[in-house]
């Protein structure tokens, strides 16, 4: 089976089928597959998790470069072809495994240290997949993934921007990301309709969100409940999350109260939206509805 060129003809033959509501788009260019394998920069001694083998377009250029790699794939039906045919490397390993259920100290010990991700990631699962590698950002290195443009655009927004939401602000406060290639809808097969951006999202080195102490949960509830409605000032979606509700005792006007003094200690307008705050400004916000909570 030929995982480049005629995909289709190919996927057909094998009684197989991208799966819709799996979100799979296959690649369908040798040189492009290459190019995302070099774009990750990969070691000779490194262990890569891929997520999404799909027919192993871009494992084999991958297998090539590392060590060995560890391939996540939730298609049983493709599991099961590449286990009769026995087409992949030696030096892959390939799991029936779905990537947002998967045990991250596991897949640590199977690489022996901190992930090294690579994916041609579906569209379907692309917010919750960030998600999980915010979740379990201690135990990754990095992630050079392929995400819809809209999504990679978000990832890199500035504050003031529509982009500018949930995912740019937590993956700012412990990555840094990095935009790589641009990939055209006719590099897949089916074509999706918007452009795919290949994005580099390194989680080792010196963030802004790790340089600081504040509490990590805390932060990741304000930051979700301000942006939780964006067209409502910071004072009406803070004070709806109910971060005061045991503290004012179910009283909703001193429970707003105290959701205004806190936000005011940080030095932040109340009448201000989420879309408005930079990193530093969220991180004041945590400390000043920390020490809040602590003293009432």
Sequence with gaps: MTRYGDTRKSLREENLAPKKQLGQNFLVHKATAIAIAHSGQIAPDDIIIEVGVGLGALTLPIAEMASEVIGLEIDRGLVRFHKEKLDLPDNVTLLHQDILKADFSELQRLAKGKLKIMANLPYSISNPFLFTLIENQEKIAWATIMLQKEVA?????????KQYGIPTVLLQSCATVKPLLTLKPAEFHPRPKIDSVVVRIDFSGTHPGRSRDYDKNLFQKLVRAAFSQRRKTLLNTLSTARFFHQQSDGDKKREKQLTQ???????VSPGTRAETLDLD?????????SEALNKN
């Design 153 to 161: 655009d978000r990832l890199t927004a500035k504050p003031g921007t």
């Design 261 to 267: 003094e806190a936000i005011v200690t940080a030095g």
């Design 281 to 289: 400004t969220f991180i004041n916000l945590t400390h000043a509805f």
